[in-house]
């Protein structure tokens, strides 16, 4: 692995408490008690984006201690868990229509899409390394909107204010990768391609809340 990613596994630990923490008063907080609606569908939902959580942290973690069977073991078991995890956002799409809280429907669409091309992006490079683990990056940023979008709209109470907070620290992380890989020499246009997506998103959010 390269050397500036040698560490990756472990950067990607801080997916655990931002989840946490964004995700308590509407899910962690109200175990073992939960309301009426999260039900069984909702817990798939968690615990399929649990599994890829673990599956992120894991994979950086196998390739630096050489652990190349497993780490291609667990790659092939996503064919079938992203999959499935896509189809748990599905459930949660129409979850948001039953509300009617319409314009919401821009986060789990956005966040959705966004996954399936850096997924399919990073598969279809599955055998040039470099471009395969920047995909793979770029789509663990993705979990930034859900997590600490949370969190900022706690704080705020104001999707409007919240977001844009939440877009420009995915953004920035995504342009000082661009920067760093730049720098070195490395290969960047993977990050570029996530950071076009990201804006056609950030984009979306703006016309959905501003028209």
Known sequence: MET????????FLL?????IIGFYPSYFGLFPE??????????????????WIAILITQ???IVNKKYKWHKIIGKSTYVIF???????LVMIYKVIEKEDYDYLVFPIGNMLILIVLYF???KHRKTT?????????SAVVLIDPTIGRWTFNIFENDLIAMPITYAI??????????MDKRNGKDYKPYVVALICFLLYNIAFFIVYLT
């Open 4 to 11: 500036n990613y040698r560490k990756l596994g472990y950067v």
């Open 130 to 138: 470099a471009k395969h683990m920047r995909y793979m990056i770029a």
């Open 34 to 51: 939960f309301n009426e609606h999260i039900d069984i569908l909702v817990h798939l939902h968690f615990f399929l984006s649990a599994l």
């Open 121 to 123: 992006l990073a598969i």
């Open 170 to 179: 995915m953004n920035l992380i995504l342009v000082g990768l661009i920067w």
């Open 15 to 19: 997916i655990i408490p931002l989840t």
């Open 83 to 89: 999959p499935l995890w896509i189809l748990s956002f």
């Open 60 to 62: 950086p973690l196998l």
